[in-house]
């Protein structure tokens, strides 16, 4: 891409405006000989990864030099947020080549006040914009965006808009004139885009490629009346994507339940399917897949496992020490119970795998049952639970105990005959561990009571309980300090002293790297109540819930609330975020 500025000049300035030294501009200037001339100035420099030397001390990307060069020639600078990017309407205000001829594209089309706003890669040459306003009657605001973007976007975003374009004209092809409703529901397969075609291929390609690059742990595909919504699970949170006409909808979800080797005739009860893939940067990704039959046709969920995120070490688990050290304890006992609780997206999965992990060692032998497997380990002995031929949880754990087992991992305590092998598995001298769903560590007590296990056999076997939440963190770009509210930390901590007050806390104020929320990732806050003498007396007298988190505070646990509150002190994340995904405290 030609412009009149170069990398060298670039560099040149940057050494101006102290942003890199003597040392590092001399250092630059050689390996620049060796970058991709093709790549646009920006990108060049980018591909230095050069640090800061002034007392910023960031590594100069391809954002902070776009930031640089829009405020050198005075253009207002714009990160583009493609989840923000109304795609059918950019691409409809020019063509991908006259976007391309002039290194541009457009982002935003505000109809209301008549104004197109358009990313520019040149900032010198802006002589399209005028000819550009004749022929949309609009007034056209450039900004500078990031060039390494821009190329990105204009291939995706037209390709994609040319995808749904052609599958639609091929639907069309199908269509047949349709007079009653009766007619309508027999011409329903008729209507509907062929799920192999080649523009449904490609729009199946973008939407998973679109939710790795976007950091998503969940896509989801929602049938309406006349279009078809997608959004991505980011962080915790649903964010809007894109809307496709509703037969191009369910074409796109029939290709996603042949990859996933579902039945695709089978639209009236719901379904649950697998695939693997690979992420743009050729890790590969496993993908559980499930359809739900609703008023508007099937709707579907994807969610997204990558195999890094569910091996972590436990120094990125967020765990506190003294919380990691007996967690550490518990998962080292010869025989027992130990259980993880909390809702469905509460980082479970991760915890467990990351134990699994660290108990994987040559002279141990761990079995597990699961439903689905998330993650295939090579250390693991992995079973997969089949309903249809008898195999549950409790029949997995049956045959799992005459393989000479070690460590049972039991994916979830669902029914009192699980529970029951599980107690039968802890007591013939084998370590158990397993998640079960409730809101917090005592809960899990008195649920396996409900679910038909008696006291006495329960204060034999179980170790400990762990709950766990997750929360967002705080964006390390934009978060600012403000004086604690003292209402706000008495609602966080109550009457508990244990973690002080601190003057200033940080709170969100969102930018350009956060898409505006404020957070960015998500951190584990955790509640441990391991099993003692005094909570076992408890137990057995059918203690109340109270009762058992009052004794295991005494025991020395830390409420999930508190332990959120050592995430506030540590400027992590926010009071409310954490009162937001942690239940209240009904001692």
């Given at each position: ?7 060298f000049?670039l560099?040149?300035?940057l ?11 001399q250092?630059?200037r050689i ?6 001339p093709k790549?646009?100035p920006?990108e060049?420099v980018a591909?230095?990864?050069l640090?800061?030397?002034?007392d ?6 391809e ?6 060069v829009?405020?050198?020639?005075k ?5 583009i947020?493609?989840?923000k990017?109304?795609?059918?309407g950019?691409t409809r ?11 541009i594209?457009v982002i935003?089309v ?5 104004v197109?706003k358009?990313?520019?890669m040149?900032?010198?040459d802006?002589?399209w914009?005028?000819s550009?306003?004749?022929v949309?009657r609009m ?5 500078m ?7 990105r976007?204009?291939?995706e975003?037209y390709?994609?808009s040319?995808s749904v ?5 091929v639907k069309?092809q199908?269509?047949?004139s349709v ?5 309508l529901?027999?011409?329903?397969g ?9 523009h449904i291929?490609q729009?199946?390609?973008?939407l ?8 998503a742990s969940d896509?989801?595909?929602e049938?309406?009346r006349?279009v078809?919504r ?5 962080d915790?949170?649903?964010h ?5 006409p ?6 796109v979800i ?5 990859l996933?080797?579902m039945?695709?005739a089978e639209?009236r009860?719901p379904?649950?399917?697998r ?9 590969e990704?496993e993908l ?16 997204i496992f990558?195999p890094t995120v569910?091996?972590?070490n436990?120094d ?8 990691e050290s007996?967690w550490?304890d518990?998962?080292s006992q010869?025989?027992?119970?130990v ?5 469905t997206?509460s980082?479970k999965?991760?915890t467990l795998?990351?134990?699994l992990k660290?108990?994987?060692?040559p002279?141990?032998?761990i079995?597990t049952i699961?439903?689905p ?6 250390n ?5 639970v089949?309903h249809?031929i ?5 029949a997995?754990?049956r ?5 000479d087992p070690d460590?049972i991992?039991i994916?979830e305590?669902?029914?009192?005959e699980?529970a029951q092998m ?8 084998h370590?158990?561990i397993?998640t079960?769903h409730?809101?917090?560590?005592p ?5 396996l009571?409900e679910?038909?296990i008696e006291?006495?056999l329960?204060?034999?076997?179980m ?6 939440r997750l929360?967002r963190?705080?964006?390390?770009f934009?978060k600012q300090?403000?004086p604690t ?5 008495e609602?966080?901590?109550g ?5 002080p007050?601190?003057?200033?806390i940080f709170?969100?104020v969102?930018?350009?790297r956060c ?6 990732g998500r951190?584990?806050?955790?509640e441990?109540l391991k099993?003692t003498?005094d909570?076992?007396?408890?137990v057995?007298?059918?203690g109340?819930?109270r009762?058992?988190?009052r004794?295991?505070?005494k ?10 509150a050592?995430?506030v002190v540590?400027g ?6 954490v009162l937001?995904v942690a239940?209240r405290?009904?001692?």
């Amino acid at each position: 891409m030609s412009t009149s500025l170069s990398s060298f000049q670039l560099l040149d300035l940057l050494k101006k405006a102290n942003w890199i030294s003597e040392e590092q501009f001399q250092t630059s200037r050689i390996h620049l000989r060796q970058v991709n001339p093709k790549l646009h100035p920006i990108e060049q420099v980018a591909d230095l990864s050069l640090m800061r030397h002034d007392d910023h001390r960031t590594m100069i990307d391809e954002e902070l030099l776009t930031q640089f060069v829009a405020k050198l020639y005075k253009l207002p600078y714009e990160k583009i947020d493609p989840l923000k990017i109304d795609v059918d309407g950019v691409t409809r205000v020019m063509s991908m080549a006259y976007a391309q001829r002039h290194n541009i594209l457009v982002i935003h089309v505000d109809k209301q006040t008549e104004v197109v706003k358009v990313a520019v890669m040149n900032p010198e040459d802006l002589a399209w914009r005028e000819s550009l306003e004749q022929v949309l009657r609009m007034k056209i605001v450039p900004v500078m965006g990031n060039p390494a973007l821009i190329k990105r976007y204009q291939k995706e975003f037209y390709l994609l808009s040319a995808s749904v374009k052609g599958a639609n004209e091929v639907k069309l092809q199908k269509d047949n004139s349709v007079t009653n409703l009766e007619q309508l529901i027999e011409l329903k397969g008729a209507e509907e885009a062929d799920a192999n075609d080649q523009h449904i291929v490609q729009i199946v390609d973008w939407l998973l490629q679109y939710a790795f690059k976007e950091r998503a742990s969940d896509i989801h595909i929602e049938p309406r009346r006349e279009v078809g919504r997608i959004r991505f699970r980011i962080d915790g949170v649903l964010h809007p994507v894109y809307e496709l006409p509703i037969s191009i909808t369910h074409a796109v979800i029939s290709r996603l339940k042949i990859l996933g080797r579902m039945d695709l005739a089978e639209r009236r009860k719901p379904l649950d399917g697998r695939v693997k893939t690979k992420s743009p940067d050729g890790s590969e990704i496993e993908l559980r897949l499930s359809t739900l039959p609703t008023a508007f046709g099937e709707k579907f969920v994807g969610r997204i496992f990558d195999p890094t995120v569910l091996t972590r070490n436990f120094d990125e688990l967020g765990l506190e020490p003294e919380t990691e050290s007996t967690w550490r304890d518990l998962i080292s006992q010869p025989n027992g119970i130990v259980l993880l609780t909390g809702p469905t997206g509460s980082g479970k999965t991760t915890t467990l795998y990351t134990s699994l992990k660290l108990l994987a060692t040559p002279d141990v032998n761990i079995c597990t049952i699961e439903d689905p497997i998330e993650m295939v380990d090579p250390n693991l002995n992995q079973m997969q639970v089949h309903h249809d031929i008898g195999l549950d949880f409790a029949a997995g754990v049956r045959a799992l105990l005459r393989q000479d087992p070690d460590i049972i991992m039991i994916g979830e305590i669902r029914d009192k005959e699980t529970a029951q092998m599980a107690v039968q598995a802890a007591l013939t001298g084998h370590l158990v561990i397993s998640t079960l769903h409730t809101n917090d560590a005592p809960s899990a007590m008195t649920r396996l009571i409900e679910i038909g296990i008696e006291p006495y056999l329960l204060n034999a076997t179980m170790l400990g309980v762990m709950a766990q939440r997750l929360v967002r963190t705080l964006c390390k770009f934009c978060k600012q300090e403000k004086p604690t509210d003292p209402k706000a930390w008495e609602a966080l901590v109550g009457a508990n002293q244990k973690v002080p007050m601190p003057d200033k806390i940080f709170h969100p104020v969102g930018c350009d790297r956060c898409r505006h929320t404020g957070y960015q990732g998500r951190q584990g806050i955790y509640e441990l109540l391991k099993v003692t003498d005094d909570l076992k007396t408890l137990v057995y007298e059918n203690g109340e819930i109270r009762q058992l988190r009052r004794q295991g505070i005494k025991d020395g646990m830390n409420l999930l609330r508190v332990s959120g509150a050592y995430k506030v002190v540590a400027g992590m994340t926010t009071i409310e975020e954490v009162l937001r995904v942690a239940p209240r405290d009904t001692k």
